[in-house]
C-alpha cells in the first residue's frame, strides 16, 4: 500500500483522489535536506532545447482514453533526463492545450491535477468545463510529467502482480505478517528500478519544476501562470523557489502542508480523513464516535475474513480501506458510501470493491492503470525519510488516537511506503520559500480531507510575506474551486483574468 495519490476527475462524476504528499527538490540551503539550488546555479538547457517548436497537431485516442475534441492539440517536449546533465539524453514529455478564445490573449495557462501521478492529458479536457471562463484569455496547458502517463512512465508490476499484492495485510498484527507486508514494499521497488532503469532517479518534483519552466520558455511565455491542484500545489511552490522572478499568477488550490515530513503527512491524512468522516457520519444522523467504532470493527472483520463480491473477487481489508476513503474525497460520494457500507454489514463486498475498483483505475477486463506506480516512485525519491518498523510501532497509538478508522493503516504506511526503495529519497521536507515572487493565491476548504487546511496558512507563511494570499472556503471535500462557491471561483477569476490580489485571509462561506 503507499499514501493516497492521484486524482482523477471528481468533476466529471468521478471522486477525486490526491494525497496530501510532499514534492520534491534538491538544495543547498534547505534545512534537514540535501542541497537546493537556486535556478542561477543549474546550468542553462542548450539551444537545441530552448529553441524547440512544439509539433501541435491532433490528439489521437490512447489504450486508457478516448480521443479529445478538435479543440485539444497534442505535442512532445523534449526535457533533459538529468538536469545537472541539461546537454544530455533526453526524454519526451506528451502536451495537450486548447488556444484561447478571446483577442485579449494574457498567455498560457498550465495545469496540474495532483498525485503525483495525474496525467494531464487525459485530465485536461475533462476539466475544461469548469475552467471555461479562464480560456477566454488563455491557452489552457496541460502535459504529463515524467514517469507519468503518455510521457516516459513508471512501470513496477504488472497487473497479476498487483492484484496478488491487494490481498496483502495493511495493519500487520504478527512477525509474519509484518515480514510480507515489507516484503511486498521491496519487490514493488525492484520492480519499479527492472522496468524503469534510470528515469527512476529523475522524477522528483525538482525535476518536474525545471521541466515547468523550459515549458514555459518554449510556450513563448515570459511569466508562467500555473494553477495546481493538492500535490500540484506543492509542485507551484517548489517552482516558486526556483524561479521566482518567473512567477506570473499562481493559483495553488487544496494545499499541501510544506512542513510537513513523512510522519506529519500521514498525521495529516488520519486527520482530514476522520474529519471527512465525521462530517458522513453526523449528515446520517449517526454520532461519529459511535460510527467511527463501529467501521473499525468492520475493518478488523474483514481482516480476519475477506468478504465475498459479485465478481468472485475477495473484498480484503485494503481494498475495504480504498473503497471507504474514496467517497469521502467528495460530498456527492456520500450517498454510494451509505449504500457499500451497509451491504458490507450484510456480508456482500461487492460495492466497496467497485469503489476500490476505481482508485486503482482497474477495468472490467483487470487491466490496472500505473498512476499509483508514478506517484510511489516520485514520493520515494522526493522523500528522505524512512521510518523502520521500531519507530513506526511507536507511532501507533497517536495514529490511532487521531483516527481510529485509518489510523493504523497510515500508521504503518510511513515505513511500508518506501521501505528497501532501490533510490535515495532527496529531502524532509521541501523548501518553498520565494522572496521577491509575485502574490500566489493559496487556496484552503476547511473541510479538505486529503490536505487539511491547516496547511493552507503553512505553505503561504513559508512562500514569504507579500508572497503568499490566503483565500478560505467553509466547505467540505477535496479542493475549492469549481465546487459550488460562487465566491471562491470569482475570486480566482478575478486574480487570474485581471490580476486582481484579494485581501490576504479573505474568507467565503
Partial sequence: MTRFGWCTAWWAAAVVLVAGCSGGSSGDDKAGGSPQRSSAAVLAPPSSLTSQKPDWGRCQATADSTAPGRDWQCATLRVPLDWAKPDGETIGLALIRARARGENRIGSLLFNFGGPGSSGVSTMPAYAAVVSSLRERYDLVSWDPRGVGLSKRVRCRDDEEIQASESVDITPDTPAEERAYLQDSSTFGKGCAQNTGTLL???????????????????????????????????????????????????????????????????????????????????????????????????????????????????????????????????????????????????????????????????????????????????????????????????????????????????????????????????????????????????GNT????????????????????????????????????????????TVNAYLLDGKVPEDGKVCS
Fill in 447 to 490: 473541510g479538505d480531507p486529503a490536505t487539511p487546511y491547516e496547511g493552507t496558512r503553512r505553505m503561504a507563511d513559508e512562500l514569504g510575506e507579500g508572497v503568499g494570499v490566503v483565500l478560505t472556503w467553509k466547505g467540505e471535500g477535496h479542493g475549492a474551486y469549481g465546487r459550488g462557491s460562487d465566491c471562491i471561483d470569482a
Fill in 201 to 443: 532517479g529523475h522524477v522528483s518534483t525538482t525535476d518536474t519544476a525545471r521541466d515547468m519552466d523550459l515549458l514555459r520558455h518554449v510556450l513563448g511565455d515570459r511569466r508562467t501562470h500555473y494553477f495546481g491542484i493538492s500535490y500540484g500545489t506543492e509542485l507551484g511552490g517548489v517552482y516558486a523557489r526556483l524561479f521566482p522572478r518567473n512567477v506570473g499568477r499562481l493559483v495553488l488550490d487544496a494545499v499541501v502542508d510544506p512542513s510537513a515530513d513523512v510522519v506529519g503527512h500521514r498525521e495529516n491524512q488520519a486527520r482530514g480523513f476522520q474529519r471527512a468522516l465525521n462530517s458522513y457520519l453526523e449528515s446520517t444522523g449517526e454520532d461519529p464516535e459511535q460510527g467511527s467504532r463501529r467501521i473499525a470493527a468492520l475493518l478488523e472483520r474483514i481482516d480476519a475474513d475477506p468478504l465475498p463480491t459479485a465478481s468472485g473477487r475477495k473484498l480484503t481489508q485494503a481494498l475495504a480501506f480504498i473503497g471507504i476513503i474514496l467517497p469521502l474525497y467528495s460530498e456527492d460520494g456520500w450517498p454510494a458510501l451509505t449504500s457499500a457500507l451497509e451491504a458490507a454489514e450484510r456480508g456482500d463486498g461487492s460495492e466497496l470493491l467497485v469503489l476500490a475498483d476505481e482508485y486503482n483505475e482497474r477495468d472490467p477486463s483487470g487491466h490496472y492503470g500505473t498512476a499509483s506506480h508514478s506517484q510511489r516512485a516520485i514520493s520515494c525519491l522526493d522523500d528522505r525519510q524512512r521510518p523502520t518498523v521500531e519507530e513506526t510501532r511507536k507511532l501507533l497509538p497517536e495514529f490511532e488516537r487521531i483516527s481510529p478508522v485509518f489510523g493504523t493503516a497510515l500508521g504503518w504506511d510511513t515505513t511500508g511506503s518506501c521501505h528497501d526503495w532501490p533510490v535515495a529519497g532527496q529531502y524532509d521536507t521541501p523548501q518553498v520559500s520565494a522572496p521577491g515572487a509575485a502574490p500566489i493565491l493559496v487556496v
